[in-house]
């Protein structure tokens, strides 16, 4: 069953905290009274333990944030974060796009793009000079 984890009150007086670091990330294991995140209050900076053992499942509120006591900052147990698939490396598409039945040009480039040198240096042949 979850546990949701709290942004404690650590003085009569203090309504709010900041989150400063997340000492765990979504996906790992964390015994009871283990630090789990550092918050930062008008009159107190702290680590704030884990209030039972098991999978750190979500992280509600971000670094930086600031909450009001009470609110619920994390989730402990229920269903392990759903992990990521791997990033695929990309081909390049300009190649695939511009010709996608051919291979990649040569370094020496292609008959079209000799072509085009051949061409334009005809055509700057006849341009008047200064």
Not at 54 to 72: C, D, F, M, Q, R
Request: proline content about 11%.
């Amino acid at each position: 069953m979850p546990t949701d984890v709290i942004m404690p009150q650590m003085g009569e007086s203090i309504v709010e905290g900041t989150i400063t670091k997340w000492l765990k990330r979504p996906g790992d294991r964390v015994e009871k009274d283990e630090p789990l995140f550092e918050i930062s209050t008008d009159k107190v900076d702290a680590e704030i333990p884990s209030p039972e053992a098991g999978i750190l499942s979500e992280i509600k509120v971000p670094e930086g944030a600031t909450v009001g006591i009470n609110t619920v900052v994390a989730v402990i147990g229920g269903s392990a974060p759903v992990a990521k698939p791997p990033r695929t490396e990309r081909k390049s598409l300009c190649l695939r796009w511009a010709n996608p039945s051919s291979k990649a040009p040569s370094p020496s480039g292609s008959k079209r793009s000799a072509t085009m040198s051949k061409k334009m240096n005809r055509s700057s042949k006849s341009l008047p000079t200064r």
